[in-house]
């Protein structure tokens, strides 16, 4: 009788596997994911935890002589540190919108007139902005920057040491702030990610569960023969995971302002169409992973495959100017990458249209091509 039952077992047990084994798409998700986890742990990370060529902004007001002289020891310092690229400006403007867009991630600013107060006191302040939206950047570069004007310091204290009698120890008072007045919280980093994570992700989920699901159950098949045409199906259930996912994003997003504090510096309305765009993108990728699969089980180890490197890679959680060369070319060709920076510049820095413009145009590049894609593909799979 035990070994009859355990027979049974083993015949049980290799059905299972035998279907898991024919469905192609899942046993290639099954193998797929925790290889590209580990590859992306194994790798994200930067060798010994630091990060380096960071690109910061110096800008020249100063053009005096000395104000010139100060600002070129300043980039000479922080290029030799190899954790700094410094790129200059001659107006703070330019270098404000280049750190909205995330092109660089501190400002260093030597104002008119700070070789003339070095010259008759013997001390200067020295501004550095920073851009608030990545903590672990900015104490980076905050310790790096200090350092470099440490080094400066004391070879300016030497030589007005005879000069200037009674000049202070630190010739160079350095004064840290953020481009949006007043402190934020550490949590503002990362509620605009996940604010974003739970609109796209709980959209893509959601939208191939369903079609699967209804493909498993046959009530698909009973939708089809209806008058009603496939691309009205397509889009009529595409239209449902928008708003499901937008009712998702504004609970976690009263959340973070009830519960952590997260303050809102830009635009709702600019906010709700980078979050619309990212919704129809990801609407497009969920219909055409569904074109591939026929079962739930299936559809939602697709979804995790395409879900877990994206959170990593995007943005959310790792700021992507730590990830390796190749990382970051693979996180271009994210959707993911392009709502969260567009997003939070948006949130946190109170970023105008015209400083994510970049963002929208590739977002809704991404989206037409994904849905021209995705349609044909869907509608072919289903009248297999």
């Not at 973070?256 to 709702?268: C, P, R, T």
């Amino acid at each position: 009788m035990a070994l009859e039952s355990l027979y049974d077992i083993y015949l049980i047990m290799r059905k299972d596997l035998t279907e898991f084994y024919r469905i192609k798409a899942r046993l290639v998700a099954m193998i797929a994911l925790p290889v590209v986890l580990m590859v992306l742990f194994g790798y994200m990370f930067p060798s010994g935890g630091t990060v380096t060529h960071i690109p910061i902004a110096v800008v020249e007001q100063d053009q005096s002589t000395t104000g010139l002289s100060l600002a070129a020891k300043f980039m000479y310092g922080a290029q030799s540190s190899g954790m700094l690229d410094v790129v200059t400006f001659t107006d703070i403007s330019e270098a404000e919108n280049e750190l909205t867009l995330g092109n660089i991630y501190a400002i260093v600013i030597f104002q008119q007139g700070v070789g003339q107060q070095l010259l008759s006191t013997g001390q200067a302040d020295v501004q550095v902005i920073l851009d608030q939206l990545n903590p672990s950047l900015d104490e980076a570069i905050r310790a790096e920057t200090m350092q470099v004007f440490s080094s400066l310091s004391l070879e300016l204290a030497a030589s007005f040491s005879g000069a200037l009698p009674g000049a202070p120890a630190s010739p160079l008072t350095v004064q840290f702030q953020g481009l949006i007045p007043g402190a934020p919280s550490s949590f503002e980093f990362l509620a605009p990610g996940f604010i974003a994570t739970s609109v796209i992700i709980g959209g893509l989920s959601g939208l191939a569960m369903t079609f699967s699901r209804e493909k498993e159950l046959g009530t698909l098949d009973g939708l089809l023969m209806t008058p009603v045409s496939r691309l009205s199906i397509i889009f009529g259930k595409g239209s449902a995971q928008v708003v499901r996912g937008l009712i998702s994003g504004t609970l976690v997003f009263i959340l973070s302002i009830v519960l952590f504090g997260v303050q809102v510096y830009g635009s709702l309305l600019l906010m709700a169409l980078v979050l619309v765009l990212g919704v129809l993108a990801f609407t497009g990728i969920g219909i055409l992973a569904t074109s591939f699969v026929s079962d739930q089980e299936s559809a939602q180890l697709i979804m995790l495959m395409i879900q877990f490197p994206m959170i990593f890679l995007s943005g959310v959680l790792y700021p992507v100017i730590q990830l390796p060369w190749w990382l970051k070319t693979i996180s271009s060709f994210l959707p993911l990458t392009y709502i969260v920076s567009a997003f939070r510049a948006v949130m946190v820095l109170n970023a105008p249209l015209s400083a994510i413009s970049r963002q929208v145009i590739i977002l809704s590049i991404i989206t037409a091509l994904v849905f021209v894609v995705a349609v044909p593909m869907f509608q072919r799979s289903v009248t297999r």
